[in-house]
């Protein structure tokens, strides 16, 4: 009869604001409601093992939003200078302490105060080569950030736990890690992710493992992801690989997560493997997070609003009779009949139109009228941003106004937009009657 073996490295209650919130950040938008997005900086780290005698060495990512970070200007480009200090800690002393200086250069000015940017670090700590002979048990991780230039300071903590070598002789794995994407000029490479226990919506991640089984030359491993609801799971997918030990006589696993099938909503993730004698299995839970959905799709009363110019009167004043739990569910109805990737989670046509909501929004407010709400605004949410914009809104012989021109293999389209009392506001103009 077989045994079977499972290792669970890490459960994750389905609670956000508890076990999350070293990887995201709750902000209240200005409808009065909460919406998450990336902390300013972010760190994680992951233990894996080497050689036959299973020393740990330890991974570690920093990134810091550039928004935290001060730049000065230095011949044409914009430069920060930040340090990055990782402390090991037992409950009564400092094991290990290393200090990094970074500086960066930047080309873009508006990416110096971008929250969507970050400053991303990767380190490697391998313990035997600091002289440390660090034993199985729990530790802390501090980090503090320390920027040169403004003397701005970042300091948190997480728990370390360096496993044991597992009892049973026949086998010894590391917890599963995640690791995102980084496209690095012409190459992809793989980097820890940031975020422990949340992956970004519609973003590749591969899940890695490290497995040592001697005396086994190559192993067979199914790989199942479920979605967790309750105490509840239904699986997504179901993989199959094969893998050659290395040198060592160690598996170092991979695996590409689905994540075009994955939704926003709380998973686990399973390797299954073993020999004619015994199963094996480690498993670990994670969570899917859109922390980059655009403010509007939060809620769907919201969302409705800048869609009066996708639609038609009938279908503007049949919404208008819906509850809210009905205009959810029409809204979904009406955009998922759009997406042009119905076999995938998410949809390049919403998500690009609330992108122009939102770019709307932070270009052409003014005090009476919300962005989209604007000339300028409609026009973005239709056809994007042009092609060619002629700024003369500083014209001192004629009326300060803008064009916006969009070319494509169709033609050309030409919009007039007009400040004529010169208060900053924008309005659209027939070319042919010179009238709104």
């Known amino acids: 009869m077989k045994k079977s073996f499972l290792i669970i490295f890490f459960l994750v209650i389905n609670t956000f604001g508890q076990e999350y919130q070293q990887d995201f950040q709750k902000i209240t938008s200005r409808y009065g409601y909460e919406i998450y997005r990336p902390a300013y900086v972010g760190f994680n780290y992951f233990v894996d093992y080497q050689g036959t005698d299973w020393q740990p060495l330890l991974y570690l990512t920093v990134s810091i939003q550039n928004d935290f970070l001060q730049f000065t200007r230095t011949e044409g480009k914009f430069t920060t200078e930040f340090q990055i200090t990782v402390t090991i800690r037992d409950e009564q002393k400092t094991l290990l302490s290393k200090t990094w200086q970074q500086k960066e250069k930047l080309l873009d000015f508006e990416k110096t105060n971008s929250r969507k940017d970050f400053q991303k670090k990767n380190y490697k700590i ?46 010894s794995a590391s917890a599963i890690a995640f690791f995102s994407h980084e496209n690095n000029e012409n190459e992809t490479e793989l980097r ?10 519609n973003s590749p991640y591969n899940a890695m493992a490290t497995i040592e089984m001697p005396d086994v030359d190559s192993l067979g491993t199914n ?9 509840e799971k239904s699986l997504i997918s179901q993989t199959f690989i094969k893998q050659v030990a290395n040198k060592s006589g160690i598996f170092e696993l991979s695996y590409a997560l689905p994540y075009k099938m994955l939704e926003e909503g709380d998973y686990l993730i399973r390797f299954s493997f073993g020999t ?12 899917v997070a859109w922390l980059s959905k655009p403010l509007y799709l939060y809620r769907s009363d919201l969302a409705i609003r800048p869609m009066k110019y996708l639609l038609s009167e009938e279908q503007i004043e049949e919404v208008k009779e819906l509850k809210i739990e009905e205009l959810d569910n029409w809204f979904t109805a009406f955009w998922k009949e759009r997406d042009p990737s119905p076999n995938t989670t998410y949809n390049e046509l919403l998500d690009e139109f609330y992108k122009r909501v939102t770019e709307a929004v932070r270009q052409y407010s003014n005090r009476f009228k919300e962005g989209w709400q604007t000339d300028r605004g409609r026009i973005l949410l239709l056809y994007g941003e ?9 014209s001192v012989n004629s009326v300060p106004h803008i064009i916006w021109k969009y070319t494509d293999k169709n033609g ?9 009392n010169k ?7 027939d070319e042919e009657t010179g009238q709104n």
């Not at 820890?192 to 919506?201: A, D, G, K």
């Not at 199942?224 to 105490?231: A, F």
């Not at 042009?386 to 500083?394: A, F, G, H």
């Open 126 to 171: 391998v313990f035997a080569d600091e002289g440390l002979d660090i034993v199985p048990g729990e530790y802390e991780v501090h980090i503090e950030v320390h920027d040169l230039l403004s003397s701005r300071e970042y300091k948190n903590k997480r728990k370390l736990v360096i496993a044991k070598p597992n009892e049973n002789p026949k086998f």
């Open 192 to 201: 820890l992710s940031s975020t422990r226990n949340l992956i970004e919506f």
């Open 223 to 231: 790989i199942r992801v479920y979605k967790r609801n309750d105490s």
């Open 276 to 287: 004619a004698q015994d199963d094996f299995e480690i498993e670990r839970q994670f969570s």
């Open 386 to 394: 042009p092609t060619e914009v002629e700024n003369r809104k500083y």
């Open 412 to 420: 050309e389209m030409v919009f007039t937009f007009v400040d004529k």
């Open 423 to 429: 208060t900053g506001i924008f309005t659209l103009i």
